[in-house]
T-cell receptor, first 116, second 115 residues
Framework: SQQGEEDPQALSIQEGENATMNCSYK?????LQWYRQNSGRGLVHLIL?????REKHSGRLRVTLDTSKKSSSLLITASRAADTASYFCATDAIYAGGTSYGKLTFGQGTILTVHP | GAGVSQSPSNKVTEKGKDVELRCDPI?????LYWYRQSLGQGLEFLIYFQGNSAPDKSGLPSDRFSAERTGGSVSTLTIQRTQQEDSAVYLC?????????????FGEGSWLTVV
């Protein structure tokens, strides 16, 4: 089963509003990465947050990570119509011996629609 | 190159034919990954390369799927005797070393349709 579960599955907002998407996972992780996908094609990397970080910002994006709850959130502030896309969280798990090699497990994604 | 490059962008093939999908990772990236995205299955890991070797190929769905990487750069994913359930977007990704904390960059994908 998919490790990451995202909530909500779909989100519809007006331009200028904030959008918050949540992600939960099950195993110990090295880091968590958020991606955007337009029209079912390539994934665009948005932000990476390490397991020892709690919050990270990049432009209009704010990501939080709570390892005790195994959850993360992505906040997009002052949304624009161009932000319309699917958003995925992906976890990079830790394996035996503390190793990790970037094998990502993806959530099902949140479809965000921003209306002009 | 500037980004991960994949070809072809789109491929329509007849059931039973073999297909090859190519991936050119970002220059200097030693780790390379193949993923598949299909309706109802989400994004699934297929195989991981470090250099030319594949220490994790656990996601390959059957022995009809194989992949190789040469010169620590270009990779080819081959699907033999394609079936309709192979229809999906095949995404390639690369990262600097596949080590902790490295950003993983994806290509635009190859959309495979088996008819």
């Amino acid at each position: 089963s998919q490790q990451g579960e995202e909530d909500p599955q779909a989100l519809s907002i007006q331009e200028g509003e904030n959008a918050t998407m949540n992600c939960s996972y099950k195993t110990s992780i090295n880091n968590l990465q958020w991606y955007r996908q337009n029209s079912g094609r390539g994934l665009v990397h948005l932000i990476l947050i390490r397991s020892n970080e709690r919050e990270k910002h990049s432009g209009r994006l704010r990501v939080t990570l709570d390892t005790s709850k195994k959850s993360s959130s992505l906040l997009i502030t002052a949304s624009r119509a161009a932000d319309t896309a699917s958003y995925f969280c992906a976890t990079d798990a830790i394996y035996a011996g503390g190793t990790s090699y970037g094998k990502l497990t993806f959530g099902q994604g949140t479809i965000l629609t921003v209306h002009p | 190159g500037a980004g991960v490059s994949q070809s072809p962008s789109n491929k329509v093939t007849e059931k039973g034919k073999d297909v090859e999908l190519r991936c050119d990772p970002i220059s200097g990236h030693t780790a390379l990954y193949w993923y598949r995205q299909s309706l109802g299955q989400g994004l699934e890991f297929l195989i991981y390369f470090q250099g030319n070797s594949a220490p994790d190929k656990s996601g390959l769905p059957s022995d009809r799927f194989s992949a190789e990487r040469t010169g620590g750069s270009v990779s080819t994913l081959t699907i033999q005797r394609t079936q309709q359930e192979d229809s999906a977007v095949y995404l390639c990704a690369s990262s600097r070393q596949g080590a902790i904390g490295n950003t993983i960059y994806f290509g635009e994908g190859s959309w495979l349709t088996v008819v």
